[in-house]
């Protein structure tokens, strides 16, 4: 089915539909740097428009969520953070175990207080610092935390029930829609892609943001796919 026709559900009935993204790779380009990240003009101009016309738009990123909302910059969108971590009460009640393995690997590191991400992007060996955040991992087994791949990064995280399945389906039960869009690029958005399948809406799309560093699965499961970010905002102008 044609993009036009996946998204006319949507369209008709802006009142009862949610628009969710994820951040990096989706609506920011991907950078060498994540402080570097920004999400293009053009783009944050769509958001305004589709923020006065449909019931819920949010962004649910892996980035903190105040972080996501200094990328992205548009007021009206709600932001949920740390893969829907935030909002789980159980995380944050383990914000110290993460601080506790943060201050015992002496690495350079993203911290999000409920989770940790090693990025290594742009490193001048990619593969032997794939080998040294392997035995990272293993240390946060070790020490009780999930470790958890994604585009060039290692994200640690507490052993809780939430990610980004659990955080769109507390999105759109909350802002009682009965149609949805989500638009991701990696592993955890497959969470995500789930979480909205199972819910029972009215008309669901799931879009896939196409690259050689997420997996294939995205790809499968998606309803529609685009090539890069640029993509994505002629999909919102179809909004």
Known sequence: MDAPSLLAPLVEAPGESALIFDVDGVLAPIVARPEL?????????ELRRLVGRYRLVACVSGRAGENARAVVGVEGIEYVGNHGLELDPH????????AAFRERVSRPVEDKVLSLSYHYRGAPDERAAVSELQAVAEEARRAGLVPRWGRKVLEIRPPVAA?????????VERAEATRALYAGDDATDLDAFTGLADASLEHVVLIAVASEEGPTELRRAADHVVESPLEIVELLRLL
Do not use: I
Not at 37 to 45: D, F, L, Q, W
Not at 163 to 171: P, S
């Open 91 to 98: 995380a944050t009640q383990m914000a110290s175990v993460v």
């Open 37 to 45: 990240a920004a999400v293009p003009e053009g783009t944050r101009a």
């Open 163 to 171: 990610d980004k399945g659990t955080a769109v389906r507390a999105l």
